[in-house]
Antibody, heavy 127, light 108 residues
């Protein structure tokens, strides 16, 4: 059974840092991309960041709202993906979900959709 | 960035009835569209990808259609467990991946 379990959320003051972890099981973690998606209280879903599998460069992309502050990384030997969040702002308050990115090719174009989601971890940024 | 717009914001339906949800993209996303279901206090769950392919374990009462900029999610006979918020998401032009604002399906 595919499982993604986030951890590391909690209360942080503005300007401080937090690191979230996403621990995967039930599949070969290294074969898949990982994406982070967040949901502010009572709001919709917002994509935050993405990391490709090492077989496809292992490079990352980030949303404009977090670029330069948030960094994604992965440790395939531990089946864990990380979201390092620096210079936190009150508007970063949200539940953060990690998702598994499934790579497909459509007419020679590479796409990724998110087929499994973790249960989420709440990050609250407040003084 | 592709903007996804869902309608209606809230849909009131009686159990056993059909529900039809709409999603529009600001530019063509071909068939690279997914539908997600989110129940209160739970994570989103993938229902449909490729605009019309049901994900693993999703009941046949859920069906998706459309391509280009107009998409529909139909729940043929609403069950009690189907009352939730539904999101569409495009993965054709990325990054960023973008979501609609959601449609809440509530009990009439």
């Amino acid at each position: 059974e595919v499982q993604l379990v986030e951890s590391g959320g909690g209360l942080a003051q503005p300007g401080r840092s937090l690191r979230l972890s996403c621990t995967a099981s039930g599949f070969t973690f290294g074969d898949y991309a990982v994406s982070w998606v967040r949901q502010a209280p009572g709001k919709g879903l917002e994509w935050v960041g993405f990391i490709r599998s090492k077989a496809y460069t292992g490079t990352t992309d980030s949303a404009a709202s977090v670029r330069g502050r948030f960094t994604i990384s992965r440790d395939d030997s531990k089946s864990i993906a990380y979201l390092q969040m620096n210079s936190l702002k009150t508007e970063d308050t949200a539940v953060y979900y990690c998702t598994r990115g499934r790579r497909i090719k459509v007419a020679q174009e590479v796409m990724y959709y998110f087929d499994y989601w973790g249960q989420g971890t709440l990050v609250t940024v407040s003084s | 960035e592709i903007v996804m717009t869902q309608s209606p914001a809230t849909l009131s339906v009686s159990p056993g009835e059909r529900a039809t949800l709409s999603c529009r993209a600001s530019q063509s996303v071909s068939s690279n569209l997914a539908w997600l279901q989110q129940k209160p206090g739970q994570a989103p769950r993938l229902l449909i990808y490729g605009a019309s392919t049901r994900a693993t374990g999703i009941p046949a009462r859920f069906s998706g259609s459309g391509s280009g900029t107009e998409f529909t999610l139909t729940i043929s006979t609403l069950q009690s467990e189907d009352f939730a918020v539904y999101y569409c998401q495009q993965y054709n032009n990325w990054p960023p991946w973008t979501f609609g604002q959601g449609t809440r399906v509530e009990i009439k």
